[in-house]
């Protein structure tokens, strides 16, 4: 019998080895498919940060900040209480908005992966929310990332 290759994908994102259950907190970034600016329909795009606090609220994991832009999508995220790894919690996200993205247009909605950071102690981690809330600041779309209707910061450590 032929011994089957089971060495992970070369193109993974994943870091190998790594529990991404651990309790700790990651920046996530997910690209919308050929980094079509899909989010421009604020209907849907206000949709979407539903289906987010929905989702955080069934899976009990943690939200620390999150910024919906035209074509991605930055949080930080812990994976909290939930018992589901970082890949199960964007997974399930990417497959509801996907879903109500259906109601807009068709095909994908997302990239087929997503990327992370563990965030490393405290300094990355109010330097990465900063970073988040400063999204739509840094490409001229509002002065203030206040004024960014789908920015907003739910969890506190």
Known sequence: MEEKDVSPRKNSLRLEGFDYSARRAYFVTIVANDRKAFFNNKKFAAEVIEILLDLRRKMNFNLYVYCLMPNHFHAII???????????ICGAFKS??????????????????????????????????????QNPVRKNLVEKWEDWEFTGRVDFI
């Open 78 to 88: 812990g994976c909290g209480d939930s018992n589901k790894s970082l890949g199960e």
């Open 96 to 133: 509801l908005t996907n879903r109500a993205f259906w109601k807009y247009g068709t095909g994908k909605l997302w990239q087929r992966q997503f990327f992370d950071h563990i965030i490393r102690n405290e300094t990355d981690f109010f330097e990465t929310i900063n970073y988040v809330k």
